[in-house]
């Protein structure tokens, strides 16, 4: 677990955007379970890729006439429960931080893996993200 003081900043980034924070299995599973409608899940990390592409990537993303229903994150080392529940529905990804996955209807359809957004610009994987939800949303 990372302290909380640490980590705060870094899960605001996404939460002030608009994105719902889950800490708990039930509230991943009341999001994902039988879903209806598209709903983007980013792993947030503390390690710089999230910091300089995924978070940035995310948010530059939503920047699209087409976007997700609903916008959630949890946080890798933070929200261990949640994270762990995420990443069953993402499979068979293994499990990676930071990721962003796009799932339609509770079912998995566009995953970026951290060798999808290591090395990569915020805008690289914004425009990545877009061409998703111009697909699936």
């Excluded at 879903?35 to 699209?64: D, F």
Aim: aromatic content about 8%.
């Amino acid at each position: 677990m990372y302290p909380a003081e640490l980590t705060a900043p870094m899960a605001k980034d996404l939460t002030e955007y608009g994105f719902e924070g889950l800490q708990t299995s039930e509230e991943v599973d009341n999001v994902l379970k039988d879903a209806e409608g598209t709903t983007l899940v980013v792993v947030n990390s503390v390690c710089g890729c999230a910091a300089a592409n995924a978070r940035p990537g995310a948010k530059l993303a939503l920047n699209n006439e087409k976007k997700p229903d609903r916008l959630t994150t949890v946080f890798a080392g933070v929200d261990q429960e949640a994270t762990a529940k995420a990443r069953e529905y993402m499979l068979p990804y293994p499990p990676s931080s930071p990721s962003i996955a796009l799932f339609k209807d509770g079912k998995l359809v566009h995953f970026l893996e951290r060798h999808h957004i290591e090395g990569r610009s915020a805008e690289i994987i914004s425009e990545n993200l877009k061409m998703a939800f111009d697909h699936y949303c």
